[in-house]
């Protein structure tokens, strides 16, 4: 059932994030929250009271440089604890987290730092000469370890340390559920990312989701090696982690060497493997026992086989903040389905003139409910990009299409935005288009993905030559794309064609592009065992 906007305020009044932190400080203090286990060196580990006096102490060294509520801290960190506690410290403050992909190079940087007016940056050493020339106005850099290599330019290195040799932060604010706690950016179909503003209430809200859907157990263990800056490892896997008053076990990402000495050595009992090329990495290796209860993925008879693990599926956007379509234990349906409407949101499945699908259709996915609470608040500075987003009566349209089977459960069919999957991270197609067609060498541009065995798909690029292009125009595009974007967004190929195909309304037919592409890697076995 979905709620009305004061039922959905009833649910979180008189809590926020630091509200529930302080839940089991108070109740279980001694109780391990966090293990970080990194691929080299020492493990360490935080009993609810020790992350949380390391958060207020991080806390009271942000607020003596100047980080205050209202402020926004750039947080463009790898897997670490500092992520974490960054997070909670900006919580307790009321400042804005804004969460970045460290493989964003120097001019998406500038350009997160500018749409979100962001005060200072936390940071890695391998990142800070990035981040530096990025926000050459940020009142500090503070680096979670090490030092800045001896080329640094940058004058306003703040060491980690240094933020926790302060007094920790001990009064409290009064919860405040609708006020601003994060930013993170989301791939659309416009030529630049989207920074999507959610709230305390949305964290509550997403936590408690998940937590009820899956049954999360105080004794739970959640192995999290999937990036804390996307929403799926913070808020449906830690916060509601968190939400039961489990342990989060954390990774700084997916290895598969890595993956079972963890979870057995600290009895690591679910996670969320979001992509085939996860099952495709672990294929080469022997199951041990283990104490796994479930594994997020879609239902997979053959994967529930071998590894002797529950599968269960899901559906979530950065938007959504949490699952709106979810799995039920008790009755987990047919292979490869992702779930039913779960409470809280409404659902709609709809064909192209606004109707909706019935059984054994294939129709644009549609989520109804409270934004600052059960959706996303808004796009951050872009009102116009928040409006489109949602019909008249307040549908958000998640560029999503889903199957109906003829007994309601639910499939993933396709993305019917322009948007490419690339070993678990969304990219527009646009935004590469965009690079390539600024560079003035290219009449037209078509970017599409090409199936990879272990990525899922990867960018390749159809392009007609100007007039005026130069020699070796395939490996120069290549070149740009690697300077101005991502490593995961730049082309694997161009394809120089005298034109593009065109459907009957003259839009590029990017469809027979992708048909005319082969495989990457061999045999492809999506899910591979």
């Known amino acids: 059932m979905a709620l009305d906007r004061r039922a959905a305020e009833l649910m979180v009044q008189g809590r926020d994030l630091s509200w529930l932190l302080d839940q089991w400080v108070q109740r279980t203090p001694d109780k391990t929250f966090l293990i970080w286990a990194p691929f080299e060196g020492e493990h360490r580990q935080w009993t609810y009271a ?170 739970d263990v959640c192995q999290v090696f999937v990036p804390l800056f996307h929403n799926n490892g913070l808020a449906t896997l830690a916060m509601s982690t968190l939400w039961a008053g489990g342990t989060v076990l954390l990774q700084p990402r997916f290895s598969a060497s890595n993956f079972w000495g963890p979870a057995l050595k600290y009895g690591a009992t679910w996670t969320s493997l979001p992509g ?121 349209s998640t560029g999503d299409r889903i199957r109906i089977d003829g007994q309601g459960c639910l499939f993933f069919a396709d993305r019917s935005k322009d948007i490419l999957r690339v070993g678990g991270e969304n990219v527009a197609a646009s935004e590469i288009e965009a690079v390539i067609l600024r560079t003035g060498w290219v009449s037209e541009c078509a970017v599409v993905g090409q199936k990879h065995d272990m990525l899922d798909e990867v960018p390749v690029a159809f392009v007609v030559a100007a007039a005026d292009a130069p020699q070796h125009l395939e490996s120069k595009l290549i070149q740009c794309c690697r300077e101005q974007l991502a490593d995961f967004k730049v082309i694997r190929d161009v394809h120089v064609v005298e034109d593009l195909p065109r459907s009957t309304l003259q839009k590029i037919a990017k469809h027979r592009l992708r048909e005319s592409l082969p495989l990457i890697g061999g045999s492809r076995r999506r899910g591979a065992l």
Request: overall charge negative; hydrophobic content about 40%; charged content about 20%.
């Open 276 to 396: 085939s090329f996860f099952l495709s990495a672990l294929a080469g290796y022997e199951v041990p026992d283990h104490r796994f209860r479930f594994w997020f993925i879609a239902v997979l008879p053959e994967v529930e086989a071998r590894y002797r693990v529950k599968t269960r599926g899901h559906w979530g956007m950065t938007e959504t903040i949490t699952i709106p379509i979810v799995g039920d234990p008790d009755h987990p349906g047919p292979p490869g389905n992702i779930g039913r409407p779960a409470p809280g949101n409404e659902i709609a499945i709809r064909r192209g003139d606004g109707s909706d699908c019935g059984p054994d259709e294939t129709g644009d996915l549609y989520v109804r409910g409270v934004r600052g609470i059960t959706l996303f608040k808004e796009y951050l500075k872009d009102p116009e990009a928040t409006t489109r987003s949602f019909d008249e009566n307040g549908w958000f």
């Open 50 to 219: 020790q992350f949380d006096a390391d958060v207020r102490r991080l806390a009271g060294g942000l607020a003596l440089w100047g980080i205050e509520k209202g402020s926004r801290l750039l947080i463009h960190l790898e897997n670490c604890p500092e992520l974490l506690m960054a997070h909670f410290a900006c919580a307790q403050l009321g400042a804005v987290a804004v969460l970045t992909n460290t493989r964003s190079v120097e001019r998406e940087l500038s350009y997160f730092v500018e749409l979100t007016e962001a005060t200072a940056a936390i940071t890695q050493a391998q990142f800070v000469e990035a981040v530096a020339a990025a926000g050459p106005d940020l009142k500090f850099l503070a680096l979670t370890a090490g030092c800045p290599g001896a080329d640094s330019t940058a004058s306003n290195i703040l060491p980690w340390d240094v933020l926790l040799q302060t007094e920790p932060l001990l009064v409290a604010r009064d919860p405040e559920p609708l006020l601003d706690l994060r930013v993170q950016f989301t791939s659309g179909t416009t030529s630049r990312p989207k920074a999507v503003l959610s709230t305390h209430a949305n964290t509550l809200f997403a936590a408690q989701q998940t937590a009820k859907a899956y049954g999360l157990q105080h004794d």
